[in-house]
């Protein structure tokens, strides 16, 4: 596999005006249109927080994206990532809404 294509998994917390406006339901489908696996759901502190898991080149698409676009009624602030590390196999069958 090359460095591109290695499996990573990463932890990510978003803030903002990042609840009630869509933003878990946006997340899923972006991490799906990339093919990516992992989960979302809002936080009680008004943040939204979950995990990706995929190739490192997609992960990073979405960690882009979770910065910068984010759901079109958003207002991201900053979002933040940590606990990236090298994974053998996927943990996860697709990417889901955690309630």
């Given at each position: ?6 499996l990573?998994?990463v932890?990510y ?7 009630g406006v869509f933003?878990?339901?946006y ?13 979302v759901?809002n936080t009680?502190?008004g ?9 490192s ?12 676009t ?20 996927l ?5 889901s809404i955690?309630?």
């Amino acid at each position: 596999m090359t460095e591109g294509n290695s499996l990573i998994s990463v932890d990510y917390e978003v803030f903002g005006k990042v609840q009630g406006v869509f933003f878990r339901k946006y997340t899923q489908a972006e991490g799906k249109k990339l093919g990516l696996v992992g989960w979302v759901q809002n936080t009680e502190d008004g943040t939204v927080q979950g995990q990706i898991q995929g190739p490192s080149v997609k992960v990073q698409e979405l960690q882009e994206w979770l910065r910068k676009t984010g759901s079109p009624k958003s207002h991201i602030s900053r979002a933040e990532f940590c606990n990236e590390k090298k994974i053998v196999a996927l943990e996860y069958r697709n990417f889901s809404i955690v309630k």
